[in-house]
Antibody
């Protein structure tokens, strides 16, 4: 069974940093693109970034470019999102998601999310 | 960036009814790379449809998708009580991938 478990969320002050992790199990992690999607409280889904299966390619939304970095450790079956210069508008539940197949952009499996709150 | 506009914002319906949700793109979605997701309160989204019209694994066949170019629809042939939720479309043909703002299906 595919499992994705996010961790690392919490309360952080504006301008601060946080690193989210997503532990994957139940599939061959190194064969799939992985994504981060966020959802502000009471709002819709917003795609944040993806990373290719071997980690050599990444893409991020303009709203986080230069502040957030997606990475992965295929030996540890773990996806990361390093977030810097956090703003109040980054407050959201952050989901990691696995591509349905290989390099697809459709998201076939999701974690339960981790809440990031940016506030003083 | 491709902007996806979903309509209507909210629909009030009864179990057993048929419903069609709309998703319109600001420019053509490459290769019909359009997906639909269902999200219930407090839960992660669930993939329903990918490639505009292909059902994801384990999704009941009352859910169907159609469309191409800039106009896409999700149809639920006969609403079950568990179908009342928020539905999102997503395009993944062009980066940045984008979601629509969602359509909420509520029980009448």
């Amino acid at each position: 069974e595919v499992q994705l478990v996010e961790s690392g969320g919490g309360l952080v002050q504006p301008g601060g940093s946080l690193r989210l992790s997503c532990a994957a199990s139940g599939f061959t992690f190194s064969s799939f693109w992985m994504h981060w999607v966020r959802q502000a409280p009471g709002k819709g889904l917003v795609w944040v970034s993806y990373i290719t299966s071997d980690g050599t390619g990444t893409m991020s939304a303009d709203s986080v470019k230069g502040r957030f970095t997606v990475s992965r450790d295929n030996a540890k079956n773990t996806l990361y999102l390093q977030m810097h210069s956090l703003r109040a508008e980054d407050t959201a539940v952050y989901y990691c998601a696995r591509s349905r197949i290989g390099g697809s952009g459709s998201l076939g499996h999701w974690g339960q999310g981790t809440l990031v709150t940016v506030s003083s | 960036e491709i902007v996806l506009t979903q309509s209507p914002g909210t629909l009030s319906l009864s179990p057993g009814e048929r419903v069609t949700l709309s998703c319109r793109a600001s420019q053509s979605v490459k290769s019909s790379y359009l997906a639909w997701y269902q999200q219930k309160p407090g839960q992660a989204p669930r993939l329903l449809i990918y490639g505009a019209s292909s059902g994801a694994t384990g999704i009941p066949d009352r859910f169907s998708g159609s469309g191409s170019g800039t106009d896409f629809t999700l149809t639920i042939s006969r609403l079950e009580p568990e179908d009342f939720a928020v539905y999102y479309c997503q395009q993944y043909g062009s980066s940045p991938y984008t979601f629509g703002q969602g359509t909420k299906l509520e029980i009448k």
